[in-house]
């Protein structure tokens, strides 16, 4: 499978910070989707994007998050004001249905 | 709404010895499924994918996987397990009805191989 770049692998961060997380994909897709694992736990979703808009949100995506795909090439997702419970791995990942998705190697956030 | 569901959230074999990871979807019509391997510290890597074509779909490492309708069910197994399975797999399920594309994920197996 084609690497999907996100930088940084780690970061530490003081909660009510901002961060900002970075996926540099290597094939042309369409379709965009950041999804976290809080350790132990299972992935959960938290949204895709298409043609440059947001296609679906989960509720744990509020208005602390965005997404943008600035330069049509880097895809990042910002987290406004870090809380503790944003703590998670965080993965970006590509691709729609039948065709597969890649998942990038992830950041893992920490906020203390 | 899509669901799936692991049944078992750790299962240990020894070396040698069948792998059986139980997954069960639910969807109202036929979905894409997926199974995805990560190993400690390291991200999601796809073992195979059900996409309608044959039923039984081999994946990498020796994994395979059978689609059946009437159980709504999508097993992983490998006949024989190696210590560098031991790993936590996760069965996910996307819509093919919708223009989304997200992933909805099972809770996870954690596979322990003993010597």
């Known amino acids: 499978e084609p690497e999907v770049t996100q930088t940084p692998s780690h970061q530490v961060t003081q909660m009510g910070q901002e961060v900002i997380l970075r996926c540099v994909p290597i094939?042309?897709?369409?379709?965009f989707y950041w999804y976290r694992q809080i350790l132990g736990q299972k992935v959960e979703f938290l949204v895709s994007f298409y043609n440059n808009e947001i296609s679906e949100k989960s509720e744990i995506f509020d208005d602390q998050f965005s997404v943008e795909r600035p330069d049509g090439s880097n895809f990042t997702l910002k987290i406004r004001s870090t809380k503790l419970e944003d703590s998670a791995m965080y993965f970006c990942?590509?691709?729609?249905?039948?065709?597969?998705?890649?998942f990038g190697s992830g950041t893992r956030l920490t906020v203390v | 709404a899509q669901s799936v569901t692991q049944l078992g959230s750790h299962v240990s074999v020894s070396e040698g010895a069948l792998v059986l990871l139980r997954c069960n979807y639910s969807?109202?019509?036929?979905?894409?499924l997926f199974w995805y391997v990560q190993y400690p510290n390291q991200g999601l890597q796809l073992l195979l994918k059900y996409t309608s074509a044959a039923t039984l779909v081999k994946g990498i490492n020796g994994f395979e996987a059978e689609f059946k309708k009437s159980e709504t069910s999508f097993h992983l197994t490998k006949p024989s397990a190696h210590m560098s399975d031991a790993a936590e797999y996760f069965c996910?399920?996307?819509?093919?009805?919708?223009?989304?594309?997200?992933?909805?994920f099972g809770q996870g197996t954690t596979l322990q191989v003993k010597p």
């Open positions: 969807s109202s019509v036929p979905p894409y």
């Open positions: 990942a590509m691709g729609q249905g039948g065709y597969g998705y890649t």
């Open positions: 996910a399920v996307s819509d093919r009805t919708g223009n989304t594309g997200k992933l909805i």
């Open positions: 094939s042309n897709h369409l379709y």
